[in-house]
């Protein structure tokens, strides 16, 4: 057999016709295949006139019957060839055995005894038919390798009828190309034979579907029908006509023509046949048949197969499957497949899923973000971003969002608007977390946004400032503030009123309280119908603000505002006005606002805190009557609270105060008793320990402490201060019972510096009382033990001994003890005396050589006024060892000042040196005439002066002056207990001696 070039023979029919009724039923695009592409024409244009009519006459030696049926004939064949199997017809009679098994429809068959035909036997018409049966047969088996339109065409350009059979052939492979012109010049020829009249009329209507002229296509069809009734089987014509109504939006008319093609020619019936059959039937409303008949076309990953596969998700929705349409959209939402299919395949998947909320594990978010990705300009695209939007803004799980949002490769701003607001609950979960700097991050984040004009923006920066001002950073949480008032109108809008409040807080707390007051004014301006609760709050805080500026006015008119939207358990904005009606004295417009307190708040706690302010406000009135009665009835109303306990501790000391310490004992005790662990308690206990010991009673704890059954004693350390201070303040009290009660300390407690000053305050008792040899041997056994003593103690001990031994004679026992007093001293003052005192007794003790470098050190440390004093005994101490000179360098330095007591001093002895030992009563009397020129309120001093004065007159021999000064001296200066007056008659009678 002659190789023969087999090709596969398509002829494409449009598949889908989506008017527009179907894309308002499915809410998608026609789906995407133009009437150009192929699918397979039915074979009936060419199938029809493969019947075989001239070929009986060879089965005339077999039988003699005119006609068999296709079955009787093949067997007559059989049996022919095998009885004359080298008969000359053989090769036609197996051309006829091909065509019968092609009357049969076993294709297989008929190509096989075709192939066995040496077509170099055969000529003319069975040449032809043998071209046009074997390329069929070829067809049919999908034999691809055969050049099938050359063997038509070949037979195609003879006359005959199988020349025209081919012609079918040619002219269904030219409307297949889209040339329908010159198909329908073929079927125009073809017209003229009634054995081809019907396949041309039919070719005709395909044609001008092809053409897209479906109205007119519907009505020659309709006319072929009409005129040949035998074609309204035809499956070309019902394929043609089922798919132009369907064009047409006609379905109820496109089923009518698809049903038969279905029932009686299902075995040419193809997936692509199945799918505009299941959308006709989908538009109908036949769900469920619809379904029935996708389902087959469904398989394999062809186009055909997609848009079946949508089609049979559509129909899974229309009849509320849900569950099975979300999974079959699935199967065609995954990459690789048709782009324009799987587009409507996700979209409508999304919107299943978005209406029935049937979405397992985030499927509906990720098939949206796929869809987002991959299709960012799809004419869906603002629906599905914003289906995807909404579940941002819904969704609570914040961390799921986020992530979302990263995998999306394109972000419009709705969708950069959107992750502002995930960020942004990201960052106040973190901040009522605690985690600061997590939620730094995430606003940061929230930040780099490119959209400043939006909500969410705003609300990032007064997210920022919450979290700058939870981190101790007012300064930075204001900026914020102020950046987002700084923002467009319609990202500060809703949130501005929020955003003053917040400011005004946060001036407040910075105690800036003229920008927080002005702050808060902003808020009132614009808060509109925001809760009555928080405009009392932000009144309250006006009213705080004007309180801490002294701007009392304006804080009660702020807090008359506050109480006015606060509610009945809320009475703070009236208590801080009474308050301030306290501060302004205005006692009685106190007790009224704290009455209307009493009267109308439902808080127990601002209602006690008003009882015992009521009681503070007479009591500051100098109403006491009123004051004990309002907090007696405190007391008794509120025994078991804090202001109870307040009130108590307050009556008791008004008790106290208008003498009544019996009532005021009491008043503490019940407290104590009643509630012993209250801080009221131990105050009461304290206020009880210093009326004891200004009383000087220790009953009243001893019977408080037996009554508390050990809640309230005294330690031991207390025990032991309380007797030191009872028997202290006995000796100032100068108490009867002093000296016992002093003795009763030092007994019990034996040892420790508390027993050793009262040992010291002892002796010194008994010194004030003239008991000097009691005190002494007191004083002696501190001495014995001075290395315990505290160092204050010490400088007492040995002061007062040195005063004892001084009053002795016991000059330089005296003398050691004023030392060790002024070594001991931390006191400047009493430094300086020790200092003075010991120079006075080794003056007055002649202890000349221990008593000077004693001197020269005390000159040099002690300062002021005293350094004078410390300075003029040591020119003493020099003066009675002959060193004249320095002695008058120290008294001249000393007698600058004549005012002071020293330098008054200093001046006279100055002048006597001068006279007496250095023999200069010029000098003498000329330092003399200006002391007391000048004068000064160092009387006894001055009439020293005037005496010496008279003795150097008297030296000079001047007599008769002399005498006056004396005598004006006697006559003028009052009598003192001192020894001018011996004096100066002791001077008058030597100079009436010598005058003599």
């Not at 008991?771 to 003593?789: D, G, I, P, R, V």
Request: net charge neutral; with cysteine.
């Amino acid at each position: 057999m002659n190789n023969i070039f087999r090709r596969a023979f398509y002829l494409w029919l449009l598949l889908l016709v989506a008017t527009s009724n179907v894309l308002a039923q499915h809410d998608a695009q026609n789906v995407p295949w133009s009437t150009r592409n192929r699918i397979f024409l039915r074979n009936g244009l060419i199938a029809s006139p493969l019947k075989s009519d001239t070929r009986e006459d060879l089965f005339a030696t077999t039988s003699s019957q005119a006609k068999y049926t296709s079955q009787r004939a093949i067997q007559a064949i059989d049996r022919f060839v095998r009885m004359y199997p080298l008969d000359a017809r053989r090769e036609e009679l197996n051309l006829f055995r091909g065509a019968c098994y092609m009357a049969e429809g076993d294709f297989n068959r008929a190509r096989y005894y075709l192939e066995q035909v040496d077509e170099r036997s055969l000529v003319g018409e069975a040449l032809n038919e043998w071209k046009v049966r074997t390329a069929f047969s070829l067809l049919k088996t999908n034999r691809n390798k055969g050049n099938y339109r050359s063997l038509f065409e070949t037979v195609a350009k003879g006359q005959g009828y199988w020349a025209k059979v081919a012609k079918l052939y040619v002219a269904s492979e030219l409307l297949a190309e889209g040339k329908t012109l010159l198909a329908k010049d073929i079927y125009t020829e073809l017209e003229s034979d009634e054995r081809f009249v019907t396949d041309a009329k039919i070719g005709f209507v395909t044609a001008t579907y092809y053409e897209g002229q479906y109205l007119k296509a519907v009505t020659e069809g309709e006319q072929v029908v009409t005129r040949y009734p035998k074609a309204r089987n035809n499956p070309t014509l019902l394929q043609v006509m089922g798919n132009a109504h369907y064009r047409l939006g006609n379905s109820s008319k496109a089923e009518q023509y698809f049903t038969p093609l279905f029932l009686d020619h299902s075995e040419v019936v193809l997936p692509e046949d199945r799918l505009v059959y299941g959308a006709v039937l989908m538009e109908l409303g036949k769900q469920s048949q619809a379904l029935q008949i996708l389902k087959p076309a469904t398989v394999g990953k062809t186009p055909t197969a997609e848009a079946a596969t949508l089609y049979y998700s559509r129909a899974l929705r229309d009849k509320g499957a849900y569950p099975e349409a979300i999974a079959s959209y699935e199967t065609i939402t995954s990459h690789g497949g048709t782009p324009k299919i799987r587009e409507i395949a996700m979209y409508e998947m999304a919107l299943v899923m978005r209406s029935t909320r049937q979405s397992n594990f985030g499927q509906d978010v990720r098939i949206t973000e796929e869809f987002l990705n991959d299709f960012p300009k799809s004419k869906f695209r603002n629906t599905m971003e914003r289906f995807l939007i909404e579940f941002y803004l819904s969704n609570t799980d914040y961390e799921y969002s986020y992530r979302s949002i990263q995998r999306l490769t394109q972000k419009t701003p709705p969708l950069r608007e959107a992750e502002q607001y995930v960020l942004n609950n990201l960052a106040l979960r973190l901040l009522k977390q605690g985690n600061y700097t997590g939620a730094m991050n995430y606003v940061q984040l929230a930040e780099k946004q490119p959209l400043p004009s939006t909500l969410y923006y705003g609300e990032t920066l007064l997210i920022k400032s919450e979290l700058q001002e939870a981190q101790g950073k007012p300064d930075e949480a204001i900026t914020s503030l102020n950046r987002f008032m700084a923002l467009p109108v319609n990202a500060t809008t809703y949130n501005l009123p929020e955003a003053y409040y917040r400011l005004g807080y946060l001036y407040f707390n910075k105690r800036d309280y003229n920008q927080a007051n002005a702050n808060f004014k902003q808020y009132f301006s614009r808060s509109g119908s925001v809760s009555a609760p928080r405009m009392a709050d932000a009144y309250a805080r006006l009213g705080d603000g004007y309180f801490a500026l002294g701007n009392l006015s304006e804080a009660i008119i702020a807090y008359d505002l506050s109480s006015r939207n606060t509610n009945s358990t809320d009475a703070y904005a009236l208590t801080r006005k009474a308050e301030i009606l306290g501060i302004q004295k205005k006692y009685s417009q106190q007790i009224s606002t704290l009455d209307d307190i009493i009267r109308s708040t439902q808080s127990d706690s601002y209602r006690r805190k008003a009882h015992l302010a009521k009681g503070e406000a007479y009591q500051m009135a100098g109403d006491y009557q009123h004051a004990e009665q309002a907090l007696q009835n405190t007391v008794k109303q509120y025994a078991t609270f804090e202001e109870g306990r307040q009130a108590s501790l307050k009556l008791a000391l008004l008790y106290y105060n208008s003498n009544r310490s019996d009532a005021a004992i009491a008043q503490y005790r019940n407290l104590i008793l009643s509630a012993p662990d209250s801080r009221e308690a131990r105050q009461a206990f304290d206020n009880l320990k210093a009326i004891s010991l200004e009383e000087g009673r220790s009953d009243i704890l001893q019977e408080v402490v037996a009554s508390s059954k050990g809640r309230f004693q005294l330690s031991n350390t207390e025990a032991r201060e309380m007797a030191k201070e009872f028997a202290f303040n006995a000796l100032t009290n100068q108490s009867s019972d002093a000296e016992n009660k002093l003795l009763q300390f030092i007994d019990t407690y034996k040892q420790g510096n508390d027993v050793n000053e009262a040992r010291l305050k002892l002796a010194e008792y008994y010194q004030n009382q003239g008991e000097k040899e009691q005190a002494y041997s007191l004083y002696q056994a501190l001495e014995s033990q001075a290395n315990s003593l505290a160092a204050q103690q010490a400088v007492i001990l040995y002061f007062n001994m040195a005063g004892i031994e001084a009053s002795g004679n016991q000059f330089k026992l005296a003398y050691n003890h004023y030392v060790k007093s002024y070594n001991l001293s931390l006191n400047a003052d009493t430094k300086a005396e020790a200092a003075i005192r010991a120079l006075r007794i080794a003056q007055q003790g002649e202890l000349y050589t221990i008593a000077l470098p004693f001197a020269n050190e005390a000159v040099d440390k002690v300062d002021g006024v005293a350094n004078s004093e410390v300075r003029l005994r040591r020119g003493y101490l020099l003066l009675q060892q002959k060193r004249i000179n320095d002695a008058l360098t120290d008294f001249e330095r000393v007698a600058k000042n004549s005012d002071t007591e020293a330098g008054a001093e200093a001046t006279v002895i100055y002048a006597q040196v001068l006279l007496n030992e250095k023999k200069q009563p010029v000098k003498a009397k000329q330092i003399l005439n200006k002391f007391i020129e000048k004068g000064t309120a160092q009387e006894y001093w001055l009439a020293r002066g005037f005496i010496l004065l008279a003795e150097v007159y008297y030296s000079q021999g001047d007599m008769v002056t002399a005498k006056q000064y004396i005598q004006s001296l006697l006559k003028n200066y009052p009598q003192r207990n001192d020894d001018i007056t011996e004096r100066s008659k002791q001077l008058l009678d030597s100079i009436e001696r010598n005058n003599k």
